[in-house]
């Protein structure tokens, strides 16, 4: 059983780039969430997608997007990045979007805003 | 709004000695899920345990478990024989809408040798 992967580990970005960040769920999984952790801090709750429809999104703005394939990877997508994007990206995993439904996380990608 | 509070920013331990790590959360509802998450060094964010609340017995796994304290809101993760691999960032957090989670700030565990 394959685990939870994101690529790429590290990027660096200037202010006001456009950034892509992807995830590829568990197996048998169909729903991906994201969440964002600043450093030091616990992570917040971006968006997620179930079955490719948006299932739900946190208190983040527009410029903040994200698909979900056929397959359940998924992408996020991060227009006119600034300072505070800077952060830990985190996908997470699970079969279905119900409240039991357990959620596993990927290794994560480290996003420098410079 | 649902919160979830983790009130020791860090703490420490001894190796093969017991520590308890405090949550409490706020929610109106009665039937929920509430989950511990470990995140090494390393970062990856790895599954501890998880309570349903509308059981009465606590959750354990293995070295872990809770006391879970539905009246008080209250969820705490006891770990016993800690052992160095054990040192950690530990996330209390609890799904208010499905399984969107809503994490603590966390709490930093070392254990030491």
């Known amino acids: 059983e394959t685990g939870v992967t994101q690529s790429p580990t590290h990027l660096i970005k200037t202010r006001g780039q456009q950034v892509t960040l992807r995830c590829s769920s568990q197996s048998g999984h169909n729903t991906v969430s994201w969440y964002q952790q600043a450093l030091g801090q616990g992570p917040q709750f971006i968006f997620q997608y179930y079955r490719e429809e948006e299932n739900g999104r946190g208190n983040f703005p527009p410029r903040f997007s994200g698909l979900q394939f056929p397959n359940y990877s998924s992408e996020l997508n991060v227009n006119a990045l600034e300072l505070d994007d800077s952060a830990l990206y985190l996908c997470?995993?699970?079969?279905?979007?119900?409240?039991?439904?357990?959620?596993?996380f990927g290794p994560g990608t480290r996003l420098l805003v410079l | 709004a649902q919160t979830v509070t983790q009130s020791q920013p860090e703490m420490s331990v001894q190796e093969a000695e017991t520590v308890t790590l405090s949550c409490t959360y706020d929610?109106?509802?009665?039937?929920?899920?509430l989950f511990w998450y470990k995140q090494p060094p390393s970062r990856q964010m790895i599954l501890v345990i998880r309570q349903e609340a509308y059981k009465q017995q606590n959750a354990t796994e293995n070295r872990f478990s809770v006391n879970f304290q539905k009246a008080a809101k209250s969820f705490s993760l006891k770990i016993s024989d800690s052992q160095l691999g054990d040192t950690a960032m530990y996330f209390c957090a609890f799904p208010p809408y499905g399984n969107k989670l809503v994490f603590g700030a966390g709490t930093i565990l070392r254990v030491k040798s």
């Open positions: 997470a995993s699970s079969l279905g979007g119900g409240a039991g439904e357990t959620q596993y």
């Open positions: 929610t109106s509802e009665n039937n929920y899920y």
